[in-house]
């Protein structure tokens, strides 16, 4: 198994993840401003097993992930540096739903979902804030995409992100703090670490979930974890 995480993320972090699988850590320059410059979630959108990738990744990435044999479909708007054009990449797609605000997703995306339950909503930096546990189960640190989940009969959890860690900013995402593989949530943070800790494990195990706790510290945004098979 491959899993891309930012080069930023603890170390610590990145010990736990190596016991799993090959960790292919993400580094740019001059593509996205700094802060999100290493985050998975910005680069690619994930749809089952392939990924949807930015065409200005670096192509020694890309040539990593082809090595590995991963599927990836090339999309076709360029990263910029300012948010909405860091955004096109940044949506949640599941089985069901694709996840995003419309006018920034970009078109290879949306014609994956030509056929499929889309979901609108106003946050474009959406996976950053969104964690999804199958199709009936969330964790969020938006209250719209909350409210928008909600409306479509996901339950949901509402986590606040000023706790969270985003080096250049006050604060991040909480969605920014994980990955799930299998029937874990794997998160970049500190079971005593986090003041809503308790109500998280509580939360996804009524999901059917269980929380994998990566450091002993406060959250940390590194823009999602990638776990794709080989």
Not at 4 to 23: C, N
Not at 149 to 161: F, H, N, R, S, Y
Not at 198 to 223: H, K, M, Q, V
Request: one cysteine or more; charged letters at 20%; a negative charge.
């Amino acid at each position: 198994m491959l899993i891309i995480v930012d080069a930023k993320i603890p170390s610590m972090a990145k010990e736990a993840l190596r016991a799993m699988g090959q960790l292919l850590e993400l580094a740019t320059d001059g593509i996205v401003y700094p802060a999100i410059s290493g985050h998975p979630d910005i680069f690619f959108c994930r749809v089952g097993q392939e990924l949807v990738v930015a065409p200005n990744l670096p192509a020694h990435y890309l040539e990593i992930l082809v090595s590995h044999g991963i599927k990836t479909i090339c999309g076709k708007n360029l990263l910029g540096k300012q948010y909405p054009a860091s955004a096109h990449y940044n949506a949640v797609a599941t089985q069901e739903y694709l996840i995003h605000h419309p006018a920034i997703t970009d078109e290879v995306i949306k014609k994956l979902f030509i056929n499929k339950k889309t979901l609108d909503v106003k946050q474009g930096y959406t996976r950053c804030n969104l964690m999804m546990m199958g199709e009936e189960h969330a964790l969020t640190s938006d209250a719209g995409i909350g409210r928008v989940l909600e409306q479509a009969g996901i339950k949901t959890l509402l986590v606040d992100p000023g706790v969270v860690r985003l080096p250049g900013f006050d604060n991040g995402f909480f969605g920014g703090c994980c990955g799930v593989w299998q029937d874990a949530v794997y998160v970049l943070a500190g079971r005593d670490g986090f003041a809503q800790s308790a109500e998280t494990e509580s939360f996804a195990t009524s999901a059917g979930y269980r929380i994998c706790w990566l450091t002993n510290e406060a959250p940390f945004d590194g823009g999602g974890i990638f776990f794709v098979d080989e």
